[in-house]
Structure formats: C-alpha cells, structure tokens
Nanobody, 117 residues
Framework: QVQLVESGGGLVQPGGSLRLSCAVS????????MGWYRQAPGKQRELVAT???????NYSDSVKGRFTISRGSAKNTMYLQMNSLKPEDTAVYYC???????????WGQGTQVTVSS
C-alpha cells in the first residue's frame, strides 16, 4: 500500500524558517511528480510548489523567492525549505505524489505549520 509520510511542521515566529519532508513508501518502480499544497481554515486547498521527476519546479506567486522545493537523493523523497515565513503561511501542508501515465495520485495526511509571535 502506497503511503506518503510527512514531517517537519510546527510553530515558528514570523521571519523564521521550517523544512518539510515527504517520502513515498510502498512504491518501488514508479517515479512520481511531487508537490506541496496547503489549506488554511475556511479556505480552499491551494498549490504551494511542485517538482517533476526531472526536477523542474513551479511555485505559487505567494511563496516565490521564499520557499524552495527539492527532491532528495532517495527515490520519491521531497523537501520544502520555507524561509521568511509570514502569518499568512499558516495552514495544513499536504504532500502530493502523482504519476499521470499510471493514473496514480496520492496525498499525505497533512502537517500543521503555524507562523505566529
């Protein structure tokens, strides 16, 4: 069974940094495109950043220049380095892994990021 395991959320002051991690388990032969999405209370889930299997990245305008998405050396691992955090970055962050050619799309359980003084 495929699972996405997230870690790294928490409470941080404005201007601080956090690093989120996501790893796909239970899938040895498929390389996924991966991404981070977030959902704040009362709002719809929105894209934060994505990275293809080849390493091409895409960011929402709200995080461009502050967040960096990258793939780890282990297959199907991903990180999100978040710098200069703002209170409006507060949300539950979800990891996503998809392989469109195989119609596969998986989500993590979410990790809370709270930016507050």
């Amino acid at each position: 069974q495929v699972q996405l395991v997230e870690s790294g959320g928490g409470l941080v002051q404005p201007g601080g940094s956090l690093r989120l991690s996501c790893a796909v388990s239970g899938s040895r032969f498929v390389t996924y495109a991966m991404g981070w999405y977030r959902q704040a209370p009362g709002k719809q889930r929105e894209l934060v950043a994505t990275i293809t299997s080849g390493g091409d990245t895409n960011y929402s305008d709200s995080v461009k220049g502050r967040f960096t998405i990258s793939r780890g050396s282990a297959k199907n691992t991903m990180y999100l380095q978040m710098n200069s955090l703002k209170p409006e970055d507060t949300a539950v962050y979800y990891c996503n892994a998809e392989a469109r050619a195989f119609r596969l799309d998986y989500w993590g359980q979410g990790t809370q990021v709270t930016v507050s003084s």
